[in-house]
């Protein structure tokens, strides 16, 4: 059945298909901009209905403040006179009519309505001749609200009886106040309405009759709806002066008045009419613009049949250019993937390089160290011995350089471990300013530290390291003045502050200063002004124990770097264990240590060197020598000093390892390497083993064998044969 139905649909003419449906989008977008016109008409007015009732409330509460203080004082007024009568007004209720006057205009009538106190007050339509009962259409007692005139001015009449009891408890009217409050006192508020948008705005009466406002034509808006106090009102269809208008009603709550705000329904519905007129003319353009579609399709009919063979060939053609495109494209990415295939042998080879080159400028540092070491020792007269300082301090500037390159590859390669503990700060600051204390002197410079009793959860190690960084940072750039080292309490935190009185850092170079290598004021790169690593290393540091770095300066003034260290739960001090000093350790007698060193010279050095401190020696070239160098050796060695890099299948790493599994117990093993590849980095402290990098200073070799503490193993018994 469907089936039939669009084969029939589509075996009927094709004008009639296209022709129905530009008549069914015309009536569904007339359908759809006829229901959003009203939906937008409707929207429009109850926003001005909303508007309206705002502007009322606001008009109200205005009105409520000027007409309050007038209310209070002609209700003591009245309450003087009803309590002795309108004959003791001179005596009892003078002061009080004089106090009201304050607020505008007082006049006292007696029951004919004859002014017996006060100027004339004339409400509009005077006073009847029945006398003043006719002024009150409230309750008795009551306060009513008129619209009169004092000396010419337009003014709201407040109107209240006075009463006097009479034997059977009913009141005899005697009189009546009227207070005249200047209809000017709410033109404050009713200038906001005088935008040439607005009918009406001002209070009512609760017939109908304008009190006081403007717009309309100041007889009132007719008969207001009921109300009760306080309540709001609105209307979007009401008519003031044959005009429909929008209005907002607000009735007040302490008198018998409702402040009104009208707006034109044709200033209201302006801007809808505008978007009216706009929508037809969309309406026509997009009618006209289907028709003309329409049309363009029917032509297009016709010429269907002599385009379709032409589209066939032009598909044809596409076809072929596209394989032809395809076959470019896909050569083009073979290119690509050779050159990144290129690219990327050519990083790996730059970075073996790098950690070749690197490797090998140590090792010549590291034979160098060695033999200045001894060379020093046997050299006696003063001459030779201060070119043999001299040639320490070119070693010193190197290995510094080497050094602190080194520092950096071992933080970026994540091998570092801090150890987290409670550290009194006190210790860290005495450490720092005993190291800096003699380098600040040397420039006369003042270097103060404050002292602390905190204790902080960090590694103490790497905080006394970047604390020294930024100290020695601050005596480089500080040409005269101090230093000043300090704490503050932030909350859970601890803010270590380092102060200088230097040149100051440029706003726009606070965050460059921790890029590698970047040094300010210095650019011919003097080597004694450092090398620009200092920071980039407390930076990493900072990020790995999740401290905190901050920096603020002022050029011409100094600058202040803070670590933000977080506070122990606990602030009492711990007993520190202060290290051994340096040198052999406790009971360190006589140790036989293997040496594994490809290099001769190195080998060399180092025995001559293990030697001289009163240690055994076994030599081997490589992994496999090491192994056939223990089976020989009378016992166990001590200790294993071995390169990373060794010829033969295994590193030094894996050559302590097998020494291990062979003897059947660990041996401490020392790995001295240049390599600061990251994962060569990784894959020796994995080992175990301790890692010092090259060129390694005798006393850096000394405390790291003390540190070790081995015992010396038994002799090997020999193996029956």
């Known amino acids: 059945m469907i089936r039939l139905s669009v084969n029939a649909l589509l075996n009927f003419h094709p004008k009639a298909i296209l022709a129905t449906i530009v008549l069914v989008m015309t009536l569904l977008g007339g359908v759809a901009w006829g229901a959003l016109s009203l939906v937008d008409y409707v929207s429009t007015l109850d926003r001005a209905e909303r508007g309206t009732r705002q502007a009322a409330a606001f008009l109200e509460g205005h009105?409520?403040?000027?007409?309050?203080?007038?209310?209070?004082?002609?209700?003591?007024?009245?309450?003087?006179?009803?309590?002795?009568?309108?004959?003791?007004?001179?005596?009892?209720?003078?002061g009080e009519a004089l106090a009201a006057s304050r607020f505008g205009a007082l006049s006292i009538l007696d029951a004919g309505g004859n002014t017996v106190f006060g100027p004339s007050i004339h409400p509009d339509g005077g006073i009847p001749d029945g006398g003043i009962a006719s002024l009150f259409q409230g309750a008795e007692g009551g306060l009513e609200l008129l619209h009169g005139q004092v000396d010419g001015l337009d003014s709201i009449l407040m109107v209240r009886r006075i009463l006097r009891r009479g034997g059977a408890g009913e009141g005899i009217l005697e009189g009546a106040i009227l207070l005249a409050l200047p209809s000017s006192s709410l033109h404050t508020v009713l200038d906001v309405f005088r935008d040439g948008r607005h009918n009406v705005a001002g209070l009512f009466r609760l017939d109908g009759t304008r009190l006081a406002g403007i717009g309309g034509d100041g007889a009132g808006i007719g008969p207001l709806p009921a109300l009760e106090p306080g309540e709001e009102g609105g209307e979007?269809?009401?008519?003031?002066?044959?005009?429909?208008?929008?209005?907002?009603?607000?009735?007040?709550?302490?008198?018998?008045?409702?402040?009104?705000?009208?707006?034109?329904?044709?200033?209201?519905?302006?801007?809808?009419?505008?978007?009216?007129?706009?929508?037809?003319?969309?309406?026509?353009?997009?009618?006209?613009?289907?028709?003309?579609?329409?049309?363009?399709?029917?032509?297009?009919?016709?010429?269907?049949?002599?385009?379709?063979?032409?589209?066939?060939?032009?598909?044809?053609?596409?076809?072929?250019?596209?394989?032809?495109?395809?076959?470019?494209?896909?050569?083009?990415?073979?290119?690509?993937?050779?050159?990144?295939?290129?690219?990327?042998?050519?990083?790996?080879?730059?970075?073996?390089?790098?950690?070749?080159?690197?490797?090998?400028?140590?090792?010549?540092?590291?034979?160098?160290?060695?033999?200045?070491?001894?060379?020093?020792?046997?050299?006696?007269?003063?001459?030779?011995?201060?070119?043999?300082?001299?040639?320490?301090?070119?070693?010193?500037?190197?290995?510094?350089?080497?050094?602190?390159?080194?520092?950096?590859?071992?933080?970026?390669?994540?091998?570092?471990r801090p150890n987290i503990a409670d550290v009194p700060v006190a210790t860290v600051l005495d450490g720092v300013a005993a190291e800096f204390r003699g380098l600040a002197a040397d420039k006369t410079l003042d270097l103060r530290v404050r002292g602390c009793a905190a204790m902080v959860r960090t590694d103490a190690t790497l905080l006394t390291r970047m604390l020294g960084d930024l100290v020695r940072n601050a005596i480089a750039y500080t040409p005269a003045g101090g230093v000043v080292v300090g704490c503050r309490r932030r909350g859970q935190w601890l803010r270590i502050e380092v102060w200088d009185t230097g040149p100051g850092i440029a706003a726009e170079h606070l965050d460059a200063i921790f890029e590698d290598f970047v040094q300010l004021g210095n650019p011919e790169r003097d080597r004694r002004r450092g090398l620009g690593l200092g920071l980039p290393k407390v930076r990493r540091k900072a990020a790995l124990l999740g401290h905190a770095v901050e920096v603020r300066s002022r050029p011409g003034q100094g600058?202040?770097?803070?670590?933000?260290?977080?506070?122990?739960?606990?602030?009492?001090?711990?007993?520190?264990?202060?290290?051994?000093?340096?040198?052999?350790?406790?009971?360190?007698?006589?140790?036989?240590?293997?040496?594994?060193?490809?290099?001769?010279?190195?080998?060399?050095?180092?025995?001559?060197?293990?030697?001289?401190?009163?240690?055994?020696?076994?030599?081997?070239?490589?992994?496999?020598?090491?192994?056939?160098?223990?089976?020989?050796?009378?016992?166990?060695?001590?200790?294993?000093?071995?390169?990373?890099?060794?010829?033969?299948?295994?590193?030094?790493?894996?050559?302590?390892?097998?020494?291990?599994?062979?003897?059947?117990?660990?041996?401490?093993?020392?790995?001295?390497?240049?390599?600061?590849?990251?994962?060569?980095?990784?894959?020796?402290?994995?080992?175990?083993?301790?890692?010092?990098?090259?060129?390694?200073t005798p006393d850096v070799l000394r405390d790291a064998l003390n540190a070790l503490g081995t015992e010396r193993q038994p002799l090997r018994q020999p193996s029956a044969a």
Not at 69 to 93: I, K, Q, Y
Not at 301 to 307: D, K, N, S, T
């Open 236 to 416: 979007s269809d009401w008519t003031v002066g044959g005009d429909g208008v929008v209005i907002g009603l607000k009735r007040m709550r302490d008198f018998p008045a409702v402040a009104a705000v009208a707006l034109p329904r044709s200033v209201v519905l302006e801007p809808w009419s505008g978007r009216l007129q706009h929508g037809f003319t969309m309406v026509g353009v997009s009618v006209l613009a289907l028709f003309g579609l329409a049309s363009l399709g029917w032509a297009s009919l016709r010429r269907e049949a002599a385009a379709r063979d032409a589209l066939r060939d032009a598909n044809a053609r596409l076809e072929q250019r596209v394989e032809e495109r395809t076959a470019d494209l896909r050569s083009l990415n073979q290119k690509l993937v050779r050159a990144l295939a290129e690219k990327e042998r050519a990083n790996q080879a730059k970075a073996r390089f790098l950690s070749a080159a690197n490797h090998d400028l140590r090792q010549p540092f590291q034979a160098l160290r060695l033999f200045h070491h001894l060379l020093m020792e046997r050299l006696k007269e003063s001459r030779e011995r201060s070119i043999a300082e001299k040639m320490g301090e070119a070693l010193d500037s190197g290995e510094k350089l080497l050094h602190a390159l080194l520092e950096v590859a071992t933080l970026d390669a994540g091998v570092v």
């Open 559 to 696: 600058s202040v770097f803070s670590i933000m260290v977080p506070l122990a739960a606990s602030e009492s001090r711990t007993d520190t264990v202060s290290p051994a000093p340096a040198g052999r350790a406790e009971g360190s007698d006589t140790r036989l240590i293997l040496i594994v060193e490809d290099d001769p010279v190195q080998s060399a050095g180092m025995q001559l060197l293990l030697e001289s401190w009163g240690h055994d020696i076994l030599v081997a070239a490589d992994g496999p020598a090491a192994l056939a160098t223990l089976r020989a050796a009378p016992r166990c060695p001590d200790v294993i000093l071995s390169d990373f890099r060794l010829p033969g299948p295994l590193t030094g790493a894996e050559t302590i390892a097998r020494a291990a599994e062979q003897q059947g117990r660990p041996i401490p093993g020392i790995i001295l390497t240049g390599d600061t590849a990251p994962e060569r980095i990784r894959e020796a402290v994995a080992a175990g083993c301790r890692l010092l990098h090259k060129p390694v």
């Open 63 to 94: 009105a409520d403040a000027v007409l309050d203080g007038g209310a209070a004082a002609l209700a003591r007024v009245a309450d003087r006179l009803e309590a002795g009568g309108m004959a003791s007004l001179p005596d009892h209720a003078l």
